[in-house]
């Protein structure tokens, strides 16, 4: 004998498959969102920070710059200016990035405005050694953070051929980055070498006389006396 399921049994069956499906539906666009949402945020911040750091050679008018430094920072411009067009015509071709979809809190952005300004004010007013210290420290920083978003960007772009672009830029900003880092440790470590050279230097000009005596002040201090054991 056949069992006919109730009407009441049937549409709750219905009812939950229906459910099922509304429910697998909506998980997807919203991860897909998240995912764009993280791609057009990506792509802004590192078009920002790529749109600044092709200027950073302009610094040579402003300060004299050693041979190693001045090619490494032509370097960074040059890979920067490449990468700010690739982005642009990326969102030409796809009305779907964003390039100024920034989307930073505004405590986030005024203390960005206040690190600039700092960093601004400190290269304006050095020289010589320490200006190419703290510029190649900027570099290290700025490199490391576009690195980074580029690979972030790349893992959120669903276009292969985009993706691996955005890749390459990470990966040619990584090897910037560690160019810089070694400059400038290989210039730290010049800085002590020639530190230490010119203090022997200066020792071996005004050395100690060898006849010099050391006078102790007479003294009226008492001294108490030792007891006998």
Not at 6 to 19: E, I, N, R
Not at 94 to 123: F, H, Q, V, Y
Not at 137 to 149: D, F, I, M, P, V
């Amino acid at each position: 004998m056949r069992i006919i399921p109730s009407l009441t049994a049937m549409m709750l069956l219905t009812a939950g498959l229906l459910t099922g499906c509304q429910s697998s539906q909506a998980v997807a666009p919203s991860k897909s969102m998240a995912s764009q949402s993280i791609r057009n945020n990506g792509y802004s911040l590192l078009h920002q920070l790529l749109n600044e750091q092709k200027d950073v050679s302009l610094l040579r008018f402003i300060r004299p710059e050693h041979a190693d430094v001045k090619q490494l920072v032509n370097k960074i411009a040059t890979t920067s200016g490449t990468g700010a067009k690739l982005l642009e015509a990326f969102a030409k071709d796809d009305p779907t990035i964003s390039l100024d979809d920034i989307g930073l809190p505004p405590g986030e952005l005024a203390t960005r405005d206040a690190i600039a300004a700092t960093k601004k004010k400190e290269l304006l007013s050095q020289s010589g050694d320490t200006f190419e210290l703290t510029l190649l420290l900027t570099q290290t920083e700025a490199l490391s953070y576009g690195w980074h978003l580029a690979e972030v960007t790349s893992t959120n772009e669903p276009q292969p051929e985009r993706a691996r672009a955005l890749a390459g830029l990470g990966n040619d900003m990584q090897n910037l980055y560690k160019e810089v880092f070694a400059l400038l440790l290989s210039k730290i470590e010049s800085q002590a070498t020639n530190s230490n050279q010119t203090n022997a230097v200066s020792a071996a000009k005004n050395p100690v006389p060898a006849g010099r005596r050391l006078m102790i002040d007479p003294s009226s201090m008492p001294v108490a006396e030792a007891k006998p054991r």
